[in-house]
């Protein structure tokens, strides 16, 4: 997982008008979770210190995962979608995953979050 689309999912939630949109929160679950399952699928031959950092940045992912889903549950979306999501399956193990539950919908609701491209990048020379 490239270290730069979580540093964009970061700056999408940081810059979002508040309350953050579920839909936002529900993308940074999927991208710290992708992040988690690739930290797992380091080299075996890894030292035992370069193993030790690889569990932790894996446990770090996986924490940022969890928190973001808790966060679109906040904001409204539903826990069984986010359960169904094969992109978190890696999640399901976890407690606090398995206990999301439904929340009431926020007194003022996030704005839909409005997804943009940039066509520029795909322009030649």
Known sequence: MPAEGLREI???????PRPVPAALYRDAARLYALAARNAAGSPIE???TETAGVKSRQ????????RAAEQATEQGWDPDTLRNDAALSLLRTQG???????????ARH???????LDPSSDLPG
Do not use: W
């Not at 970061?10 to 979002?16: K, M, T, V």
């Not at 446990?59 to 969890?66: K, V």
């Open 46 to 48: 890894a030292s035992p």
């Open 110 to 116: 996030a704005p839909n979050a409005v997804l943009l």
């Open 96 to 106: 606090r995953f398995r206990a999301l539950r439904p929340q009431p919908a926020p």
């Open 59 to 66: 446990q770090g992912y996986l924490e940022q995962a969890l």
């Open 10 to 16: 970061e700056s999408a939630i940081a810059s979002s």
